[in-house]
C-alpha cells in the first residue's frame, strides 16, 4: 500500500482489540517517528508517556470521558508539555547541538541569543500554548507513520489532563498532558472500520496559485 492508501485505510477506532498487541518493534517505529518529529527551532519541547498496562489503562478511562479505547488498546501514548519551560530548556538544546555537531560557538551564539530573549520576552502561558502547538505535529506525525506501518490508532483531546497528570505522576517530571493517542489493532466489530471515509472533494480544500 502506498501513503495515500494507508491514508484512506486509517481512520479513528472505537474499538480496539484487546487480544493483540503492538510488537516490540512496531512500538519502536513509534518511539523513533515521535522522536524525531519536527518541532520548532528543533527544540522538542514534547515528551511521550508510553503505556503498556491495562491497569493503568483501566484507571484512565474514568478520566478520559469514559472513551474504553484507552482500556482496550494494546498501548496509549500521551503527549506531554512542561508545566514551566525556561531558559536551561534553551541552554540544554544549545550544549546539544555543539556535542552532536561541533558547531563553534560564534556561529551558536547569535542564534543562542535571539531565541534565549525570544524564551524570555513569553509568559508561560504563552510558552505553553506554542509547546502544545507543537504536541500537535507530532500527534499527526504520529498518525502518519502509524498508518504506513498498519497500526490503528484513536486522537484524544476528550481527556482530563489533571487527572491524568495526577495517575501518571507527571509534576514530578515537569510535565502536563496535552494529548492522548491509543494505539494497537482495530476489532473487527468496530462499526467504523468498514464505513466509507467522509471527506470534501480536495478541490474544495485546496486553493492553488500559480
Avoid at 41 to 59: A, D, R, S, T
Avoid at 77 to 86: H, N, R, S
Avoid at 184 to 206: C, H, N, P, Q, S
Wanted: charged fraction near 25%; charge should be negative; glycine fraction near 2%.
Amino acid at each position: 500500500m502506498n501513503s495515500i492508501e494507508n491514508l484512506q485505510w486509517r481512520y479513528a477506532v472505537k474499538k480496539f482489540d484487546e487480544h493483540k498487541s503492538l510488537s516490540t518493534e512496531q512500538i519502536n517505529i513509534l518511539k523513533e517517528a515521535f522522536n524525531l518529529t519536527a518541532t520548532s527551532y528543533g527544540l522538542q519541547p514534547v515528551k511521550m508517556v508510553v503505556i503498556h498496562n491495562k491497569e493503568l489503562q483501566q484507571q484512565l478511562v474514568p478520566h478520559s470521558w469514559n472513551q474504553q479505547q484507552v482500556a482496550q488498546a494494546s498501548h496509549v501514548l500521551v503527549l506531554c508539555i512542561p508545566k514551566e519551560f525556561t531558559q536551561e530548556d534553551v541552554e540544554n538544546y544549545f550544549t546539544l547541538v555543539k556535542n552532536i555537531r561541533n558547531t563553534p560557538d560564534e556561529i551558536l551564539n547569535p542564534f543562542k541569543e535571539m531565541l534565549s530573549s525570544s524564551v524570555a520576552s513569553k509568559t508561560q502561558e504563552e510558552l505553553r500554548t506554542w509547546n502544545k502547538n507543537q504536541a500537535y505535529i507530532a500527534l499527526g506525525n504520529l498518525m502518519t507513520v502509524a498508518a504506513n506501518e498498519q497500526i490503528d490508532s484513536c486522537p484524544m483531546e476528550g481527556f482530563i489532563p489533571e487527572k491524568y497528570d495526577e495517575i501518571l505522576g507527571l509534576a514530578q517530571h515537569n510535565l502536563t498532558s496535552v494529548l492522548v493517542l491509543p494505539v494497537g489493532f482495530r476489532a473487527e466489530d468496530d462499526y467504523m472500520k468498514d464505513l466509507k471515509k467522509v471527506r470534501r472533494k480536495t478541490e474544495e480544500v485546496i486553493i492553488e496559485l500559480s
